[in-house]
């Protein structure tokens, strides 16, 4: 659909980023519409793939393997909020010295202002430990 999923490392930025599953997205792989244009499309509501209950579609999961480091984050989000803070912003608010609540506050308060759309979003700090096992 058009959710997504970021990793995030700190002094880096987006280490990855899913793609929507959407006719828009498409568009912008084909080199017919450019990120910004794909941003505000008035078609941007209409998704290729979806995970629905019933099991009726049949959809095609796309796998990928990352290399996870200590202290990367993973951020996970609906559409709401990708129309309302684009990826520098993220990267300058997830990347920042804030504790983690203060960084959802910070993005929720950008989304009630500016999404229209709902909005909802995890951040996960990922911390690896090692073990003698």
Not at 91 to 97: K, T
């Amino acid at each position: 659909g058009d959710s997504r999923i970021y990793q995030i490392r700190t002094n880096v930025g987006i280490v990855y980023r899913s793609k929507d599953h959407s006719l828009v997205q498409r568009w912008v792989d084909a080199g017919i519409l450019t990120l910004e244009e794909a941003r505000n499309h008035p078609q941007s509501n209409i998704i290729t793939q979806v995970l629905q209950p019933d099991g009726l579609k049949t959809i095609h999961p796309e796998v990928v393997t990352l290399h996870i480091e200590d202290g990367d984050y993973v951020f996970l989000c609906t559409d709401g909020i990708t129309e309302s803070i684009d990826d520098d912003k993220l990267v300058n608010i997830v990347g920042s010295l804030a504790p983690d609540e203060e960084k959802m506050k910070q993005i929720k308060q950008i989304c009630s202002e500016q999404s229209r759309d709902n909005y909802s979003a995890y951040l996960i700090p990922l911390i690896i430990k090692n073990s003698d096992i």
